[in-house]
């Protein structure tokens, strides 16, 4: 299959993984890592990149035809569920092979004090039961959600400064993972955190803060992840090689 295309949809440390191990196993195919762009300097994958949304199934139809693209990865992550729902439609309509890798979710521990929600709306609805000075590490794109909690205090840490409507009473820590364990027990302690609020992403990258959590015997908000169309789905990097070499040899 020398000279296959194979479209990666990134935006994740493991994308960036993947679009290294197959520069250096695979150097036969052409890998087109793509990137949503809502980072202002995102960590680039080695070889080739384009950025910005495909326009919807349709446009992502469009590009697959147009680039003669021979499968797809989607890498992106757990809460990126419009990009996974339009990498199974459009692969569908192009009859292109597709292969999700989706690490797992976080799973308690003893000592663990998580409560589970359905939503970012539910989020704010019990963090608002449970504690006044809150981490909040869900992203800057799920900030409103929380913007009507006048009592609490937030901190927020993002990679890019979160936009408008936010809670009142919030401090910004810009940063960007991977966070160690000492360090998210110094931040905890230095805003005298009283409760984390976290999607369940899965990973290390990010995992610090819930051991952080558990030492410090704070309670953790928990969001599940969206429901997302089946599609065949394989949890590691590496287990992308012998489904390429099934797919097309
Ligand atoms: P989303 O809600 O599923 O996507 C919204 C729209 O953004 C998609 O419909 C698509 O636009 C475009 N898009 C998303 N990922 C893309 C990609 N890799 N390449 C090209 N276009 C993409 O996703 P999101 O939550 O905004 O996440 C955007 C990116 O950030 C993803 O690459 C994801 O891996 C990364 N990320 C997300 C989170 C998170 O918590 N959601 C955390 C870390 C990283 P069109 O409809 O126009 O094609």
């Given at each position: 299959m020398d000279g296959l295309t194979v479209l990666l949809l990134g935006g994740t440390g493991e994308a960036r993984r993947l679009a290294a191990l197959l520069a250096r196993e695979r150097p036969d195919l052409r890998v087109v890592t793509?990137?949503?762009?809502?980072?202002?300097?995102?960590?680039?994958?080695?070889?080739?990149?384009?950025?910005?949304g495909f326009g919807g199934p349709a446009g992502l139809v469009e590009w697959l035809r147009r680039e003669r693209v021979g499968a797809v990865l989607d890498v992106t992550h757990p809460f990126a569920a419009r990009m996974s729902a339009t990498a199974v439609t459009a692969c569908a309509e192009v009859g292109v092979p597709l292969l999700v890798v989706r690490r797992p979710g976080w799973t308690a521990q003893p000592g663990d004090a998580w409560r589970r929600v359905p939503s970012l709306e539910a989020a704010a609805e019990t963090v608002a039961e449970l504690g006044e000075r809150v981490f909040l590490t869900t992203g800057r794109q799920s900030l409103a959600a929380f913007a009507?909690?006048?009592?609490?205090?937030?901190?927020?840490?993002?990679?890019?400064?979160?936009?408008?409507?936010?809670?009142?009473?919030?401090?910004?820590?810009?940063?960007?993972?991977?966070?160690?364990?000492?360090?998210?027990l110094d931040l905890l302690h230095r805003y005298a955190v009283d409760v984390l609020v976290t999607k369940d992403s899965g990973g290390s990258m990010t995992a610090a803060k819930l051991h952080a959590a558990r030492r410090l015997g704070l309670p953790v908000v928990m969001v599940d992840r969206p429901p997302t169309p089946p599609a065949e789905e394989v949890e590691r990097v590496e287990d992308v090689l012998p489904w390429l070499l099934r797919r097309s040899g």
């Open positions: 793509s990137l949503a762009g809502r980072v202002a300097q995102p960590a680039l994958p080695e070889g080739e990149v384009r950025v910005g009507g909690l006048d009592r609490q205090w937030f901190l927020v840490r993002s990679v890019d400064p979160p936009e408008p409507p936010l809670p009142r009473r919030l401090t910004v820590v810009l940063d960007r993972g991977p966070f160690t364990l000492d360090a998210e």
